[in-house]
């Protein structure tokens, strides 16, 4: 994914400290893997690199999904929604999305 930023995803972050949503949705299943956050600098890194980086809002840092895990993603595609406030990402999961092992976040049900 050696590309710009598209003019869209520049406008939507004007400010490098706005948090953007991110969707992570599996490539071939279309499952919902996890919902995270990306900064301008952590956008960037994943449209570089082809791996999913994301900001951590619990530690306060880029964080690049699967480095101490193992468990990576590798992006496929990157979509704006049509207000322009939240990202899809497309990935390769490589392993468990959760933290707990679990293939998606989205494990637990509310009856």
Same mark, same amino acid.
């Given at each position: 994914?050696?590309?710009?930023? =598209?003019?869209?995803?520049?406008?939507?972050?004007? #400010?490098p *400290?706005?948090l953007?949503?991110?969707v992570?949705?599996? $490539? #071939?299943?279309?499952?919902?893997l996890?919902?995270? !956050?990306?900064? @301008?600098? /952590?956008?960037?890194? /994943?449209? %570089?690199?082809g791996k999913a @980086? !994301?900001w951590?809002?619990?530690? *306060?840092?880029?964080?690049? $999904?699967?480095?101490? /895990?193992?468990n990576?993603?590798?992006?496929?595609s990157? /979509?704006?929604?049509?207000?322009? #406030? =939240?990202?899809?990402? $497309?990935?390769?999961?490589?392993?468990? %999305?959760?933290?707990?092992? *679990?293939?998606?976040?989205? !494990?637990? @049900?509310i =009856?």
């Amino acid at each position: 994914m050696n590309e710009q930023l =598209s003019p869209e995803i520049l406008a939507l972050l004007k #400010d490098p *400290n706005t948090l953007i949503p991110v969707v992570v949705q599996d $490539k #071939d299943s279309n499952e919902v893997l996890m919902l995270a !956050y990306m900064n @301008t600098q /952590s956008l960037a890194i /994943s449209v %570089a690199t082809g791996k999913a @980086t !994301y900001w951590s809002r619990s530690r *306060n840092e880029l964080w690049e $999904k699967g480095l101490t /895990s193992g468990n990576s993603q590798i992006i496929h595609s990157i /979509s704006i929604d049509c207000d322009g #406030d =939240s990202i899809l990402l $497309k990935v390769e999961q490589q392993g468990a %999305a959760c933290h707990t092992g *679990n293939k998606s976040c989205f !494990y637990r @049900t509310i =009856s």
